[in-house]
């Protein structure tokens, strides 16, 4: 079984720093996705970013990045110039490509202080 | 079409009783998942549909817990014989097979309350 692990329940950081979140995940399947979801309050689910474990680039979005170690197995976060409305849980999640739903860990805690 | 939809948003009720949750997904997609999210935890994944057929419904929590799929289209969760512990957040999730991207789309989830 995959598992995926969050050891932050949470994080704190000023408003326009920059703050990294951490995932790791266990598997034995060569070929996933891995993503990192936002939860806000009370809200939906979003998509934040995917990263394809053939891609060795690590994906960016904007002022979202991830620091994908494959044979670490490990899949950081990070937010830059963070912004108060960055602030939810976050949610690290795997999908082994032959498999059918997505494992996620227990979340990580954002607070963005002014 | 605007995103997955869940109905209702909020159901508190007593123990012992039936609720049904509905989801209705992008109209587009053909998977729908069903995943419990408690306090403090992240979802975890119950059943799914592709098109009509539950394609895997071994980690339905209990008997009492059952999910249909009528059409292809909308989908309900129901929990028979309501206990405390199905207190939780109940989530619909959708996408397009084969995985264009393997994302899944949340809806805003179905709150459930049992006192």
């Known amino acids: 079984a995959q598992t995926v692990t969050q050891s932050q329940p949470e994080m704190s950081v000023q408003e326009a720093e920059t703050v990294t979140l951490s995932c790791t995940y266990d598997t034995s399947e060569s070929d996933y996705y891995l993503f990192w979801y936002k939860q806000p309050p009370s809200r939906q689910m979003i998509l934040v970013i995917r990263?394809?474990?053939?891609?060795?680039q690590n994906a960016t979005e904007n002022r979202f990045s991830v620091n994908f170690q494959k044979a670490a197995k490990s899949f950081s976060l990070k937010i830059s110039d963070s912004q108060l409305g960055d602030a939810a849980m976050y949610f690290c999640a795997y999908r082994a490509n032959s498999g059918y739903a997505l494992n996620f860990g227990k979340g990580t805690s954002l607070l963005v202080t002014p | 079409d605007t995103g997955v939809s869940q109905n209702p948003r909020h159901k508190i009720t007593k123990r012992g009783q039936n609720v049904t949750f509905r989801c209705d997904p992008i109209?587009?997609?053909?998977?729908l998942y069903w995943y419990r999210q408690t306090l403090g935890q992240g979802p975890e994944f119950l059943t799914y549909f592709q098109n009509e057929a539950q394609l895997e419904k071994s980690r339905l929590l209990s008997d009492r817990f059952s999910a249909e799929r009528p059409k292809g289209s909308f989908s309900t969760l129901e929990i028979q014989r309501t206990e405390q512990g199905d207190s939780a957040m109940y989530l619909c999730?959708?996408?397009?097979?084969?995985?264009?991207?393997?994302?899944?789309?949340f809806g805003e989830g179905s709150r459930l309350t049992v006192l």
């Open positions: 999730a959708t996408s397009f097979f084969p995985p264009l991207t393997g994302e899944l789309f």
């Open positions: 109209s587009e997609h053909n998977r």
């Open positions: 990263q394809e474990a053939y891609k060795q």
